[in-house]
């Protein structure tokens, strides 16, 4: 692994998730000017690729990156006001998402789950 993929891959890891490349850009350029966007892009692909990373597209469709746990798995709330994302796990609506497909005969490989609504942080513009 070279020192830009290093450098890349922490930061990432660092900024927890649900970031864009461009933002992954502007957190790398901080600890190596070096790296291109470029790099990112193709370190975060590779990540993607290799099940390690998933894509998602929320309230501006623009990409965003999360590490992804082989096992675990978890939703989303998204803040239509001040655009934070909460995660949930909530296995009975797991339960029921699995009972679905099986009802319609449908084998489940995989699922998104988003909520939108207005948060009520104390900080976010919609109170
Ligand atoms: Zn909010
Ligand atoms: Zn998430």
Redesign the pocket.
């Known amino acids: 692994m070279t020192n830009q993929r290093k450098v890349i891959i922490s930061e990432f890891v660092k900024a927890g ?2 970031l864009s490349a461009e933002e992954l850009f502007r957190l790398v350029k901080k600890k190596a000017s070096g790296v291109g966007l470029a790099s990112v892009y193709r370190t975060i692909g590779s990540l993607v690729e290799a099940g390690l990373a ?1 894509e ?1 597209r929320f309230l501006d469709k623009t990409s965003v990156y ?1 590490l992804e746990e082989p096992g675990h798995h ?3 709330l998204i803040c239509m006001k001040c655009r934070k ?1 909460f ?1 949930f796990e909530n296995p009975a609506i797991e339960e029921q998402q699995k009972k679905v497909a099986e009802d319609l005969g449908f084998s489940l490989k995989d699922h998104k789950l988003e909520l939108y609504g207005w948060c009520n942080r104390s900080n976010c513009p919609n109170l």
């Open positions: 998730g649900h998933v998602r999360e978890h939703d989303h994302i995660e």
